[in-house]
């Protein structure tokens, strides 16, 4: 399988608040991250279909951080991978 990445993914952990009406409101934490998304390991987002749309705030800022509408692209076990809106 060819990687179809357009944006170099960086490692980085942080914890962020995702929300869906299927769950509310989850603390997770991120894997990597890229300009155009984020993955997010929390077995509750496996459980999200490709093509919905969650919210997502990084947590632990000193400031108050953007929340962001994001896309799940893929899932798998562990958690899934986000692709970046806009701002909500």
Do not use: W
Not at 26 to 32: E, H, M
Not at 61 to 74: G, H, I, N, T
């Amino acid at each position: 399988m060819s990687n179809k990445r357009q944006q170099v993914r960086t490692p980085m952990k942080c914890r962020i608040k995702i929300s869906h009406p299927s769950f509310g409101e989850l603390l997770a934490q991120t894997r990597d991250l890229s300009d155009s998304g984020v993955y997010v390991k929390h077995p509750d987002m496996a459980g999200l279909a490709v093509g919905t749309e969650v919210t997502g705030q990084v947590q632990d800022l000193p400031f108050p951080a953007p929340v962001l509408k994001m896309e799940v692209m893929r899932v798998d076990p562990e958690g899934a991978g986000l692709r970046f809106l806009d701002e909500a």
